[in-house]
Every structure is written in structure tokens, then in C-alpha cells.
């Protein structure tokens, strides 16, 4: 009885694993399918640019705030953490390369992106989400008119031009609010803490490469946050699972990428 | 040209292992306004959704203007459909979109029409739904009713020959109910349009309709004029068009032996 017990829980836990497994698996292929098709379809939203430079507003704009005034905080938090530790060697006057490094190379684009995918990924996915439980997808698809080319495709597009400038601009402000700290509280010499940074900072090394983490982690985190809400089940509970769903996919997908680019551009 | 704008032939449709139509003949001929009736998950939307080539029937063929929908192209597909015209339950209105641009919507998408004639056009459109003051509003500050009579006047903006309603009375107060229910017969003969209306409000769409169909459990169980619908003797015409609580069509949902049920109880 026992036996037969057991027999039967190990195989409703391999159902289990294998169901999500197989659902794992269809929603990758699906979620390719519609990068494709969106690809496909980007022409169309080109030729009507002013509908991307919308919704650039409304997911690259609106994020500014949250972006700004955080790049700030990070900024004047790396710079605290980096004297206290640098001075211990006599070297405190590279805490400038120290937080530009550390905010080109990673923190600028990572940081940028799981706040992008907070802010602007679950405002996405909660719109497509609710367009599709209020019929206008399947509206616009009986007037002809493919959802993909109007909706996805300029939202799409938005993502992947705002997250590099965002990237930026967060590097940017960090690297100010770390200036802040170091030299008019701490005391560093400005001259050493900006000639530091411009000496030992590499445009491709650094600057380039962090650009070309901003783009992957924008096409990943707005593809991730369009999939989701275009498979959104159209109710309520299914809206909210999918948003829920695009915060933590895209970030276990930042992270995930990250450290794939990391170990490609540190070979090469 | 056909007398039939839109046909079914022998149409089955299914989701996984439940059969929604079985065999499903229908005819809509030129001109009229047609009803299909039939209880709450009878699958008369998804009648709406085949012919309108957003679902693919299992078996059979939906035809439009002789055409069979699920043998064309994507091209093909958007050439019906922009003959075609649908109003949703709940009006499906672009939520982003002010009524004036959610009626030019179409207009912009499939014409090249200048500037000043999309708004003559609008406004005439708007106004046959007796909404044209309303033209600046957003959908958010609009009635029920209003909602489904902007989504009335989007639905014809391209003088469609078929025009589809999905449930148009479903929710509305009595006055609306009346507007919504003078506007589709007027249109339709002022377009010379051929209409179809899904619904299970047995009243309105009597008064309007030419020739009704009902379905039930997946075949078409009567179709007549609505005066031989009302003096039928079958028990589920009856049933329905009385709003008899028991019938053909049970009140309880099917279950296994009641004190039995009351017995198994197992606690959380």
C-alpha cells in the first residue's frame, strides 16, 4: 500500500516536472515567434515613427525620475563604500575611476535595466494585458490591422532606443553624485578624481561595451515584457500573474546576460 | 455575385476535446439582419470569431462573398475583413484614443484620405450614431451605451458590407437598449449592409431581426422569422423565448446524487 503510495506521488512529481518543463519550452517558442514576427513588422512602425516616439515617452520619459534620482543615491553610495576601502591602500584618489568603472561597466547598464523592467516593463505588460482582456487586440485585428505591427512593434522599438540613453544618463548622475561625495564632503582632490577617470577610462573597453549591455538588456527585458502581456490570460488574476512574471523573468534574464556578456568581453 | 454575402457550410468547431459546433449550416443572405441566439456558452461569438477568420473551423467551411475564410492568406484574410465591420460586447474602444481618432482609426489605416475628409467623414459617422458632440471625449468618460454606440459609428466607418454584433444589448439601460436597437436596423438598410447579431436578449433582437437562428448544444436547433420562433412548439424555443427557469435546458448544472454530496464532506 505504502509502495504503491509513493509509486504514485513520484509519478504525479515527474507529470509536474514535465508539464512545466513542456510549458517552459512552448512559451520560449512562442515568445521567439513573436520576436520574429515583431522584427518582421518593425518596417511598418518605421514608417510611422511618430507612434514609437509615443510610447518613447511613455517608457523611456516617464522612467527618468526613478532612473535619475537612483543613478544619484548609487553614485554617492560607490564613492562612500570606494574611499573607505581604497584609502586603506593610500590610493583614495582613484575613487573617480572606481565609480565611473563600476557604473559604465556594470551598474549603469544592470541597474538601469531591472528598474526599466520595474517601471516601464510591468506599465507594458499590464497595458497589452488589459488591451487583449478588453477586446481591442481582436478589434484591431477584424479591422485589419495587425496588433503586432501597431502595439508590439513601436512599444518595442521604444525599449531598445531608451535603454542605452538611460544607461547613460544613469552613469552620468551616478558618476555626479559620486563627485558630490568624494569631493566637496570627503575632501579628494578634484583634479585626481576627474583626471584619474579620463586617464583610465577606455571608450571601448568600458564605455562602448556597457552601450552594448544597455541594447541586449533592452531588447530582453521589452521583449520579455511584451510576450508576457500579449500571453496574458485575459482576466484580471492573469493581467496581474503577468506582470508579476515580467519582473522577475526580465530580471533573472539581466542578471543572467550580464554575466554571459561579462565572460565574452573580458576573453576578447 | 452570391445571394448569400456570408455562408456556413457543415461547420464543426472544438477546443482540446469539446466540441463546440457540430455541423453548424447557416445562410445570410443580402440585406438582412440576421440573429443567432442560443444560451450563454452556446459559442455564437465564436460563430462571429470563424467567420471573421480569426479561429479556424475543425471541419466545414465559413464562407464570405463565396470566399472560404480559413483557406486565405493573410492578404486574403485582411481583404474580407475590411468588409467587415464588428461591434464587441463591450465596445472594444482604443482606451488611449479619443472617440474622434478611435472612429478615424480605420479611415487612417486603410485609406490615404486627406486630413479634412477623415474629419467630415468622422463627424457624419458620429453623428448618424447621434454622438458628434461627444467627439472629443475620451472612451473612460463615456456611458455603456455611448461606449457601444462610438464603437457603432467605428464599425461602419468604412461603409462595411457585413456589419457583426457581439451581444449589442448585453448591459445597457433601456433607453440605450432602444437607441442600439433602432441604429442597427437603420443602418443596415441606409448602408444596404447585411447584419448578424449574436445575442440571448430575445425582445430586442425579435423586433429587428429577419430571420433567427438558434443554436444550442452545438447544431442549429430551430431558425425561422421571429413570429414562427414565437408560436414554436419545441420545447427549447420555447423555453428560451418564454425565460422558462426549467426545460430542455436544466436548471441544475449536471451533479451527482445530492445527499451524497452533502455526506462527502472532507475537511480543508
Redesign the interface.
Known amino acids: 500500500m505504502i509502495k504503491s503510495n509513493l509509486l504514485a506521488g513520484l509519478v504525479c512529481t515527474l507529470r509536474s516536472i514535465g508539464h512545466k518543463f513542456s510549458d517552459s519550452v512552448w512559451r520560449l517558442g512562442a515568445g521567439a515567434r513573436l520576436f520574429g514576427l515583431t522584427l518582421a513588422y518593425s518596417g511598418e512602425s518605421f514608417r510611422r515613427f511618430h507612434l514609437t516616439v509615443r510610447e518613447i515617452y511613455f517608457t523611456g520619459v516617464m522612467s527618468l525620475v526613478i532612473i535619475l534620482v537612483s543613478a544619484f543615491f548609487v553614485g554617492m553610495v560607490l564613492a562612500l563604500q570606494g574611499y573607505h576601502t581604497l584609502q586603506r591602500y593610500g590610493s583614495a584618489e582613484s575613487i573617480g575611476v572606481l565609480v565611473a568603472l563600476s557604473l559604465l561597466r556594470e551598474l549603469g547598464p544592470v541597474v538601469t535595466a531591472l528598474l526599466f523592467a520595474g517601471r516601464a516593463g510591468t506599465a507594458i505588460t499590464a497595458e497589452i494585458g488589459l488591451?487583449k482582456a478588453?477586446?481591442?487586440l481582436?478589434?484591431m485585428?477584424?479591422?485589419?490591422?495587425s496588433p503586432v505591427s501597431?502595439v508590439i512593434a513601436p512599444r518595442f522599438w521604444a525599449g531598445v532606443i531608451s535603454m542605452p540613453i538611460l544607461a547613460a544618463l544613469f552613469s552620468m548622475v551616478g558618476i555626479l553624485g559620486g563627485y558630490l561625495v568624494a569631493v566637496p564632503m570627503i575632501g579628494v582632490d578634484a583634479g585626481a578624481f576627474w583626471s584619474q577617470m579620463q586617464a583610465n577610462v577606455d571608450w571601448q573597453v568600458d564605455v562602448l561595451n556597457g552601450v552594448i549591455k544597455s541594447l541586449v538588456f533592452g531588447v530582453a527585458c521589452t521583449m520579455i515584457a511584451l510576450f508576457e502581456g500579449y500571453d496574458a490570460p485575459p482576466t484580471a488574476e492573469g493581467v496581474s500573474r503577468a506582470t508579476t512574471r515580467t519582473v522577475v523573468t526580465s530580471s533573472l534574464a539581466i542578471l543572467g546576460l550580464d554575466f554571459v556578456l561579462t565572460s565574452l568581453m573580458i576573453s576578447m | 455575385m452570391t445571394p448569400n454575402i456570408v455562408e456556413l457550410d457543415n461547420l464543426s468547431f472544438g477546443y482540446k476535446n469539446r466540441m463546440l459546433h457540430k455541423g453548424i449550416n447557416m445562410v445570410f443572405p443580402r440585406g438582412k439582419v440576421i440573429a443567432i441566439m442560443g444560451g450563454s456558452g452556446s459559442g455564437k461569438t465564436t460563430l462571429l470569431r470563424l467567420i471573421g477568420g480569426q479561429l479556424k473551423p475543425s471541419k466545414g467551411e465559413a464562407r464570405v462573398e463565396g470566399e472560404v475564410v480559413h483557406q486565405q492568406n493573410r492578404a486574403g484574410i485582411h481583404k474580407l475583413r475590411r468588409k467587415m465591420g464588428m461591434l464587441f460586447q463591450q465596445g472594444a474602444l482604443f482606451t488611449d484614443l479619443s472617440v474622434y481618432e478611435n472612429v478615424a482609426f480605420p479611415m487612417r489605416e486603410h485609406t490615404d484620405l486627406p486630413e479634412s475628409m477623415i474629419h467630415d467623414l468622422v463627424l457624419m459617422k458620429l453623428n448618424a450614431v447621434g454622438l458628434r458632440g461627444a467627439h472629443k471625449l475620451m472612451p473612460t468618460e463615456l456611458s455603456g451605451g455611448m461606449a457601444r454606440r462610438v464603437a457603432l459609428a467605428r464599425a461602419i466607418a468604412l461603409d462595411p458590407d457585413i456589419i457583426m454584433y457581439d451581444e449589442p444589448f448585453a448591459g445597457l439601460d433601456p433607453i440605450s437598449m432602444a437607441v442600439i436597437c433602432d441604429l442597427i436596423r437603420t443602418l443596415n438598410d441606409a448602408l444596404g449592409a447585411t447584419s448578424i447579431i449574436v445575442s440571448h436578449d430575445v425582445k430586442e433582437t425579435f423586433s429587428i431581426a429577419d430571420y433567427v437562428y438558434f443554436v444550442a448544444n452545438g447544431v442549429v436547433a430551430a431558425e425561422g422569422t421571429p413570429e414562427d420562433l414565437r408560436k414554436s412548439d419545441l420545447p427549447f424555443v420555447h423555453q428560451f423565448v418564454h425565460g422558462e427557469k426549467d426545460g430542455p435546458v436544466p436548471f441544475h448544472y449536471a451533479a451527482g446524487d445530492y445527499k451524497q454530496d452533502l455526506l462527502d464532506f472532507k475537511a480543508p
Do not use: G, I, K, N
Not at chain 1, 141 to 145: D, G, K, L, N
Open positions: 488591451m478588453t477586446e481591442q481582436s478589434a485585428e477584424m479591422m485589419a490591422v501597431r
